[in-house]
């Protein structure tokens, strides 16, 4: 989880990709909550991460990646979080 508790950074793992170097990753995600996905987020082949940034307060996300090659795409990693409760107070620096 960010330290603002509403984003997260997702990790992209590099697969087998079956002699066929990847072109891009796709990334699309939603609420648990929701029938609505975000749209569609594309990263360059070379990506290593996502930030996923302005979630909703305490809400559970489901996060689908998948890579595409010459031989098309692959099959869907799916990764699950909750995000912070909204906090009541901001902290003053001291």
Do not use: C
Request: proline residues 6%; positive net charge; glycine residues 6%.
């Amino acid at each position: 989880m960010g330290e603002d508790g509403n984003s997260i950074k997702v990790n992209l793992i590099k697969q087998d990709d079956g002699g066929s170097p990847i072109r891009h990753y796709l990334v699309k995600y939603r609420t648990k909550l929701s029938s609505e996905w975000k749209p569609e987020i594309r990263l360059p082949s070379g990506s290593d991460h996502i930030m996923l940034k302005s979630l909703d307060w305490n809400a559970e996300y489901e996060v689908y990646v998948v890579a595409e090659n010459q031989q098309g795409k692959s099959k869907a990693a799916r990764f699950v979080f909750r995000t912070s409760a909204q906090p009541t107070a901001i902290p003053v620096p001291m």
